[in-house]
C-alpha cells in the first residue's frame, strides 16, 4: 500500500525536483541568518515570519489565478489596502464585524470583477488595465483617508482573528488553508483545468467549447477575492488600516512569490501552493534583514538580488532538463 | 562509392522514454545528394538536429572529411561548414533582405555597416544560385518560396559543405519547387553535399541518387534511388503492406439533413452558400488555397462573423434554426493549425483528450473531475485509435504529427458530438498514419455521423467521400457524387476561377 503512494511521489520529485528550490532556498537562509542573530531561528520569530506572510501568501494565491490564465493583476495590493480602509471605517463606526469582513471581500472582488471584465469582454491589456486600477484605488485610499491611519477597531475582530491555536496565529492556518483549498480546486475540478488550458493555448481552448472570456473573467474576481481575504488578515494583524498597506511595492512581492513559487507569468504552469512558500522566501528575507538591522532600503536591494539569482538557478535547471 | 565526406557512425539519441536514434551509421560522399526518408516520428529531425547542432547526441561519432568533429551547437555547426535549411522559416520579416543575409556577417569598421558592401556580397550569391531578388524588399513581403531562397542564401554566405533542407517544399508552389530543385542541383554540381528530408516521394525523382530510409530510430536501408520503387520505399517506411483506403459509397438516407445552410454570406470571404450535410455523410470540400474553405468551416461554427444566412441543425427530428455559436456545441473541429489552435502543446496526453468535454463526462456530478474514470477514458480513446505514447501522461509535444492529430480527434470522440469538422485532417503527417485516421473517419460515418472533410490532397479526398462539393473565391460552384475523378474537381476549382475573374474585373 505504502509502496503505491511512495513510487509516484519518487517519480514526481525525480521529474520536478526544480520545485524544491524554493525550500533549499529557505534552509539555507535561515541556517546562513540563524548563526549571525541568534533570536532569528527561536519559535517567536519563526511564528511572527509566518504571520507576517500570510497576507502576501493569501494574495499571491489570488496572483496565480491569473497568471495561470496568462494575465497579470497588478491592483492586487492596491486593492487590498482600499477594501481594508472600507472595513476598518465600517467597523470603527460600529458595523458588526462580521458583516464588514463580508463587505470586504465584495469590495475586492468588485474591483476584480471591473479588472477582468475590461480584460476579457472589451480585449483590453491586463497590464493596463489593472495599473490604472493599481492608480485609482491606492489614490482613493490616500483620499478617503486622508493620509490618516483608521484605527480604534473593535477588539472582539482583532481577538477572533488573532486567536492563537497551539501558539500560532489563525492567519497562518488560513493561508495554509486557502493554499490547499485553491490547490485542489485547481487541479481536480474542471474549473481549474479549465483555467490552465486557456492560460496554455487560448485559441485551442476556444475551440475545444471552454468558455474562455467567462474563465478569464473568473480569475480576476478570484484576485479580487483573494486580495479581500488578505484585506481581513492584514487589517486585523495591524489592527488599524491606512493607504500604505497597499503601496505599491506590496505588490511586487505579491508577484514575486508567485514567480519564486515557480508560477509562470506566461500562463499555464504552477500552483497556488507553492506561491505559499515563495511569499515565505520572500518574508524570510525581509526578516532576516530586519533581524539583522540592514536599513529597509538596502533590503529592497538584497531581496531583488535574490529573486533573480533565484529565477536565473530556475532557468538554468530547466534548460538542463 | 569513393571515400565518404560526411560519415555518421552509431549515433544513439534518446528522449524520456523514448529511443528517438538507435545506432544510425550512414556515408555521403562530396557532391551528393541524399534523400533521408521516414514517416513522422522516424527519427530524421532529431538525426539532422544533431547535425546542425540544435539537439546533443548520446553516443557515436561524426566525422567529416575524416576527421572526428563535436558539434555541440549551431556555432560548431557552422564552424564545420554545415548549414541547416528549416522547414519553419525564421527570418526577420520587418527587415530588408540584405539584412536578413548579412545580420551576423555584417563588413564593418569599428561597427560601423558597409552597406555598399553588403549589397554586393548579396548579389554575388544571388547570382551564384541564379536568383532574382531586390534585396531591399522587406523580407515579410515575400513569398514563403522567395523567402526560402533567402534562408538558402545565407546557408551559402557561410562557404557552406554540406546544407541540410528540412522538408523545404512543404509551403512551395510548382514553379518554386522546380526552381529550388535547379538550385539544389546547382549546389551538388560545386561539390556540395545535400541531405534532403522529406515525406513526398514524388519529388525524389531526378533530384536524389541515393537514399536513406529511417523507420523508429533505426536505418532500415539504403542505396540507389534506382532500386526503390515508389511502392517500396512506402512499405518500408511504414513497415507494413500499406493499403489505399477506398470507402464503399454508401447509400445515403437523403429525405433530411442534419445540417442545413441558406445563403451564408461572409464579407469579402464567402457568398451565397447553400448546402444540406446528411446524416452518416462524408462531404469533400474541395478548393484551392484560398477559395474559403477553411472560412465557411470557421464561420458556421461562430469562429468568424457571419454577416448574413441561415443555419438549421436537426434537433428531435425537427430542423431548427441556429446560431454559428449554437451549432459550435453539436459540432467537433479538427482545425488546420494543430499546434497553435489544436493542442495544448505543455499539457499531458491525457488532459488534451478530456478537455472538451469535461462538463459532459463529470459535471452533471459535481464540479470535481473523477480521476479514475479519466485515466480509464483516456485509456480506452489511447487504445481505440492506436495512439502511441509510453503513458497518458505524456506531454503531447513529444508526439509526431500523426500522433498528435489523433490526440485532436479523440478528444471529440469523447465529446461525441453529431457532426465533424475536419480541417486538412491528413496534412503533414506520414503515410501510415494517414489511412490510419482515414479508416477513423470512415468508421465515425459508419456511426450515423456527418462529416465536413476539407483536404488540399485530391489524391487522398478521391473515393473516400460520398459527395464533393467545389469552393471556388467563395463561392459553391459545383456538386459530384463519390466518384467524382481527379480532372472533373481540378476542372471545378480552376476553370470557374478564372471565369469569375473576368466578370469581377
Redesign the interface.
Given at each position: 500500500m505504502n509502496a503505491t503512494i511512495i513510487k509516484p511521489a519518487m517519480i514526481y520529485l525525480r521529474t520536478n525536483y526544480v520545485r524544491l528550490i524554493p525550500f533549499l532556498f529557505i534552509f539555507i537562509i535561515s541556517i546562513i541568518i540563524g548563526m549571525q542573530v541568534p533570536n532569528f531561528l527561536g519559535q517567536r520569530n519563526l511564528i511572527n515570519i509566518l504571520n507576517q506572510s500570510s497576507a502576501i501568501g493569501i494574495m499571491a494565491i489570488g496572483m496565480t489565478m491569473v497568471f495561470l490564465v496568462g494575465g497579470i493583476d497588478l491592483s492586487i495590493a492596491a486593492n487590498m489596502g482600499f477594501s481594508s480602509i472600507i472595513g476598518a471605517m465600517l467597523m470603527r463606526d460600529g458595523l458588526n464585524p462580521f458583516i464588514a469582513c463580508l463587505i470586504m471581500i465584495l469590495v475586492s472582488a468588485l474591483i476584480g470583477t471591473i479588472n477582468g471584465y475590461a480584460v476579457s469582454y472589451l480585449n483590453m491589456i491586463p497590464f493596463v488595465v489593472t495599473l490604472s486600477m493599481m492608480y485609482v484605488t491606492a489614490g482613493a485610499s490616500v483620499w478617503i483617508t486622508e493620509s490618516t491611519s483608521i484605527t480604534g477597531l473593535p477588539d472582539s475582530f482583532v481577538d477572533t482573528i488573532l486567536t492563537k491555536i497551539w501558539g500560532i496565529p489563525l492567519p497562518v492556518f488560513i493561508m495554509l488553508f486557502l493554499g490547499i483549498v485553491s490547490t485542489i480546486y485547481i487541479k481536480?475540478?474542471?474549473?481549474g483545468?479549465?483555467i490552465?488550458?486557456v492560460g496554455?493555448?487560448i485559441?485551442?481552448?476556444?475551440?475545444?467549447?471552454?468558455p474562455v472570456k467567462k474563465v478569464k473573467l473568473w480569475a480576476y474576481i478570484l484576485a479580487g477575492v483573494f486580495a479581500g481575504l488578505g484585506a481581513i488578515l492584514n487589517t486585523a494583524r495591524l489592527a488599524s488600516a491606512s493607504a500604505t498597506m497597499g503601496q505599491s511595492v506590496v505588490v511586487l512581492d505579491v508577484a514575486s512569490s508567485a514567480v519564486v513559487g515557480g508560477v509562470s507569468i506566461y500562463g499555464?504552469?504552477g500552483t497556488p501552493i507553492m506561491a505559499i512558500i515563495g511569499a515565505l522566501l520572500i518574508t524570510l528575507i525581509s526578516n532576516s534583514m530586519n533581524m539583522l538591522g540592514v536599513s529597509y532600503y538596502f533590503t529592497l536591494v538584497i531581496k531583488g538580488f535574490v529573486i533573480i539569482t533565484f529565477i536565473g538557478f530556475d532557468a538554468w535547471l530547466r534548460r538542463r532538463q | 562509392m569513393k571515400s565518404p565526406f560526411l560519415s555518421l557512425k552509431d549515433i544513439s539519441k534518446r528522449f524520456t522514454g523514448v529511443q528517438a536514434l538507435d545506432h544510425v551509421s550512414m556515408d555521403i560522399g562530396k557532391g551528393e545528394v541524399v534523400a533521408l526518408i521516414g514517416a513522422n516520428g522516424a527519427g530524421k529531425s532529431t538525426l539532422m538536429n544533431i547535425l546542425g547542432g540544435i539537439v546533443q547526441k548520446d553516443s557515436g561519432t561524426i566525422w567529416i572529411n575524416g576527421k572526428q568533429v563535436e558539434i555541440k551547437s549551431p556555432i560548431d555547426a557552422f564552424a564545420n561548414g554545415i548549414a541547416f535549411v528549416h522547414q519553419e522559416l525564421t527570418s526577420l520579416n520587418t527587415l530588408p533582405v540584405v539584412d536578413n543575409l548579412m545580420l551576423t556577417s555584417y563588413p564593418n569598421t569599428l561597427g560601423i555597416i558597409h552597406d555598399r558592401q553588403s549589397q554586393k556580397q548579396v548579389s554575388e550569391i544571388f547570382t551564384r544560385l541564379g536568383i532574382e531578388l531586390n534585396y531591399n524588399e522587406k523580407m515579410g513581403n515575400l513569398s514563403p518560396g522567395d523567402q526560402q531562397l533567402v534562408e538558402i542564401s545565407r546557408a551559402l554566405l557561410q562557404d557552406s559543405r554540406i546544407v541540410i533542407f528540412d522538408e523545404p517544399t512543404s509551403s512551395l508552389s510548382k514553379y518554386e519547387k522546380d526552381r529550388l530543385f535547379k538550385i539544389i542541383d546547382g549546389l551538388k554540381n560545386n561539390g556540395v553535399t545535400v541531405i534532403y528530408i522529406t515525406h513526398l516521394l514524388d519529388e525524389l525523382q531526378g533530384l536524389c541518387e541515393r537514399i536513406v530510409i529511417l523507420r523508429n530510430g533505426q536505418v532500415v536501408n539504403l542505396g540507389n534511388l534506382a532500386d526503390f520503387p515508389h511502392k517500396r520505399i512506402v512499405n518500408e517506411m511504414i513497415g507494413e503492406e500499406s493499403e489505399r483506403v477506398v470507402r464503399q459509397n454508401k447509400s445515403i438516407n437523403k429525405s433530411e439533413p442534419v445540417l442545413r445552410v441558406n445563403n451564408l454570406y461572409c464579407r469579402g470571404v464567402l457568398k451565397n452558400i447553400n448546402f444540406d450535410l446528411y446524416q452518416g455523410e462524408i462531404l469533400g470540400v474541395w478548393g484551392l488555397m484560398g477559395s474559403g474553405r477553411t472560412e465557411l468551416l470557421r464561420s458556421l461554427v461562430g469562429?468568424d462573423p457571419i454577416s448574413s444566412g441561415e443555419l438549421f441543425y436537426r434537433q428531435s427530428g425537427k430542423m431548427v434554426k441556429i446560431s454559428p455559436l449554437e451549432l459550435?456545441?453539436h459540432v467537433g473541429?479538427v482545425?488546420e493549425d494543430r499546434r497553435?489552435?489544436?493542442?495544448?502543446?505543455?499539457?499531458s496526453v491525457k488532459?488534451n483528450l478530456t478537455?472538451?468535454s469535461?462538463?459532459n463526462l463529470?459535471?452533471k456530478v459535481k464540479?470535481?473531475?473523477n480521476?479514475r474514470k479519466e485515466e480509464q477514458l483516456t485509456t480506452e480513446t489511447i487504445r481505440k485509435l492506436q495512439i502511441k505514447v509510453t503513458s497518458a501522461n505524456q506531454t503531447v509535444g513529444t508526439l509526431s504529427g500523426g500522433n498528435q492529430q489523433k490526440v485532436v480527434i479523440g478528444?471529440w470522440l469523447l465529446?461525441d458530438p453529431d457532426i465533424f469538422f475536419l480541417d486538412e485532417p491528413i496534412k503533414g503527417i506520414d503515410v501510415g498514419s494517414k489511412a490510419e485516421i482515414k479508416k477513423i473517419i470512415g468508421l465515425l460515418s459508419e456511426q450515423g455521423k456527418s462529416i465536413l472533410l476539407v483536404s488540399s490532397e485530391i489524391d487522398e479526398l478521391l473515393g473516400f467521400c460520398d459527395r464533393y462539393i467545389v469552393m471556388c473565391r467563395g463561392q459553391l460552384t459545383r456538386e459530384y457524387m463519390g466518384n467524382a475523378t481527379t480532372s472533373q474537381l481540378m476542372d471545378a476549382a480552376t476553370s470557374v476561377r478564372s471565369a469569375n475573374r473576368e466578370v469581377s474585373v
Amino acid at each position: 500500500m505504502n509502496a503505491t503512494i511512495i513510487k509516484p511521489a519518487m517519480i514526481y520529485l525525480r521529474t520536478n525536483y526544480v520545485r524544491l528550490i524554493p525550500f533549499l532556498f529557505i534552509f539555507i537562509i535561515s541556517i546562513i541568518i540563524g548563526m549571525q542573530v541568534p533570536n532569528f531561528l527561536g519559535q517567536r520569530n519563526l511564528i511572527n515570519i509566518l504571520n507576517q506572510s500570510s497576507a502576501i501568501g493569501i494574495m499571491a494565491i489570488g496572483m496565480t489565478m491569473v497568471f495561470l490564465v496568462g494575465g497579470i493583476d497588478l491592483s492586487i495590493a492596491a486593492n487590498m489596502g482600499f477594501s481594508s480602509i472600507i472595513g476598518a471605517m465600517l467597523m470603527r463606526d460600529g458595523l458588526n464585524p462580521f458583516i464588514a469582513c463580508l463587505i470586504m471581500i465584495l469590495v475586492s472582488a468588485l474591483i476584480g470583477t471591473i479588472n477582468g471584465y475590461a480584460v476579457s469582454y472589451l480585449n483590453m491589456i491586463p497590464f493596463v488595465v489593472t495599473l490604472s486600477m493599481m492608480y485609482v484605488t491606492a489614490g482613493a485610499s490616500v483620499w478617503i483617508t486622508e493620509s490618516t491611519s483608521i484605527t480604534g477597531l473593535p477588539d472582539s475582530f482583532v481577538d477572533t482573528i488573532l486567536t492563537k491555536i497551539w501558539g500560532i496565529p489563525l492567519p497562518v492556518f488560513i493561508m495554509l488553508f486557502l493554499g490547499i483549498v485553491s490547490t485542489i480546486y485547481i487541479k481536480s475540478t474542471i474549473h481549474g483545468r479549465w483555467i490552465y488550458a486557456v492560460g496554455t493555448n487560448i485559441t485551442a481552448a476556444g475551440i475545444s467549447g471552454i468558455p474562455v472570456k467567462k474563465v478569464k473573467l473568473w480569475a480576476y474576481i478570484l484576485a479580487g477575492v483573494f486580495a479581500g481575504l488578505g484585506a481581513i488578515l492584514n487589517t486585523a494583524r495591524l489592527a488599524s488600516a491606512s493607504a500604505t498597506m497597499g503601496q505599491s511595492v506590496v505588490v511586487l512581492d505579491v508577484a514575486s512569490s508567485a514567480v519564486v513559487g515557480g508560477v509562470s507569468i506566461y500562463g499555464g504552469i504552477g500552483t497556488p501552493i507553492m506561491a505559499i512558500i515563495g511569499a515565505l522566501l520572500i518574508t524570510l528575507i525581509s526578516n532576516s534583514m530586519n533581524m539583522l538591522g540592514v536599513s529597509y532600503y538596502f533590503t529592497l536591494v538584497i531581496k531583488g538580488f535574490v529573486i533573480i539569482t533565484f529565477i536565473g538557478f530556475d532557468a538554468w535547471l530547466r534548460r538542463r532538463q | 562509392m569513393k571515400s565518404p565526406f560526411l560519415s555518421l557512425k552509431d549515433i544513439s539519441k534518446r528522449f524520456t522514454g523514448v529511443q528517438a536514434l538507435d545506432h544510425v551509421s550512414m556515408d555521403i560522399g562530396k557532391g551528393e545528394v541524399v534523400a533521408l526518408i521516414g514517416a513522422n516520428g522516424a527519427g530524421k529531425s532529431t538525426l539532422m538536429n544533431i547535425l546542425g547542432g540544435i539537439v546533443q547526441k548520446d553516443s557515436g561519432t561524426i566525422w567529416i572529411n575524416g576527421k572526428q568533429v563535436e558539434i555541440k551547437s549551431p556555432i560548431d555547426a557552422f564552424a564545420n561548414g554545415i548549414a541547416f535549411v528549416h522547414q519553419e522559416l525564421t527570418s526577420l520579416n520587418t527587415l530588408p533582405v540584405v539584412d536578413n543575409l548579412m545580420l551576423t556577417s555584417y563588413p564593418n569598421t569599428l561597427g560601423i555597416i558597409h552597406d555598399r558592401q553588403s549589397q554586393k556580397q548579396v548579389s554575388e550569391i544571388f547570382t551564384r544560385l541564379g536568383i532574382e531578388l531586390n534585396y531591399n524588399e522587406k523580407m515579410g513581403n515575400l513569398s514563403p518560396g522567395d523567402q526560402q531562397l533567402v534562408e538558402i542564401s545565407r546557408a551559402l554566405l557561410q562557404d557552406s559543405r554540406i546544407v541540410i533542407f528540412d522538408e523545404p517544399t512543404s509551403s512551395l508552389s510548382k514553379y518554386e519547387k522546380d526552381r529550388l530543385f535547379k538550385i539544389i542541383d546547382g549546389l551538388k554540381n560545386n561539390g556540395v553535399t545535400v541531405i534532403y528530408i522529406t515525406h513526398l516521394l514524388d519529388e525524389l525523382q531526378g533530384l536524389c541518387e541515393r537514399i536513406v530510409i529511417l523507420r523508429n530510430g533505426q536505418v532500415v536501408n539504403l542505396g540507389n534511388l534506382a532500386d526503390f520503387p515508389h511502392k517500396r520505399i512506402v512499405n518500408e517506411m511504414i513497415g507494413e503492406e500499406s493499403e489505399r483506403v477506398v470507402r464503399q459509397n454508401k447509400s445515403i438516407n437523403k429525405s433530411e439533413p442534419v445540417l442545413r445552410v441558406n445563403n451564408l454570406y461572409c464579407r469579402g470571404v464567402l457568398k451565397n452558400i447553400n448546402f444540406d450535410l446528411y446524416q452518416g455523410e462524408i462531404l469533400g470540400v474541395w478548393g484551392l488555397m484560398g477559395s474559403g474553405r477553411t472560412e465557411l468551416l470557421r464561420s458556421l461554427v461562430g469562429l468568424d462573423p457571419i454577416s448574413s444566412g441561415e443555419l438549421f441543425y436537426r434537433q428531435s427530428g425537427k430542423m431548427v434554426k441556429i446560431s454559428p455559436l449554437e451549432l459550435n456545441k453539436h459540432v467537433g473541429f479538427v482545425t488546420e493549425d494543430r499546434r497553435n489552435e489544436g493542442l495544448f502543446q505543455t499539457m499531458s496526453v491525457k488532459i488534451n483528450l478530456t478537455i472538451a468535454s469535461l462538463t459532459n463526462l463529470f459535471g452533471k456530478v459535481k464540479p470535481f473531475i473523477n480521476s479514475r474514470k479519466e485515466e480509464q477514458l483516456t485509456t480506452e480513446t489511447i487504445r481505440k485509435l492506436q495512439i502511441k505514447v509510453t503513458s497518458a501522461n505524456q506531454t503531447v509535444g513529444t508526439l509526431s504529427g500523426g500522433n498528435q492529430q489523433k490526440v485532436v480527434i479523440g478528444r471529440w470522440l469523447l465529446r461525441d458530438p453529431d457532426i465533424f469538422f475536419l480541417d486538412e485532417p491528413i496534412k503533414g503527417i506520414d503515410v501510415g498514419s494517414k489511412a490510419e485516421i482515414k479508416k477513423i473517419i470512415g468508421l465515425l460515418s459508419e456511426q450515423g455521423k456527418s462529416i465536413l472533410l476539407v483536404s488540399s490532397e485530391i489524391d487522398e479526398l478521391l473515393g473516400f467521400c460520398d459527395r464533393y462539393i467545389v469552393m471556388c473565391r467563395g463561392q459553391l460552384t459545383r456538386e459530384y457524387m463519390g466518384n467524382a475523378t481527379t480532372s472533373q474537381l481540378m476542372d471545378a476549382a480552376t476553370s470557374v476561377r478564372s471565369a469569375n475573374r473576368e466578370v469581377s474585373v
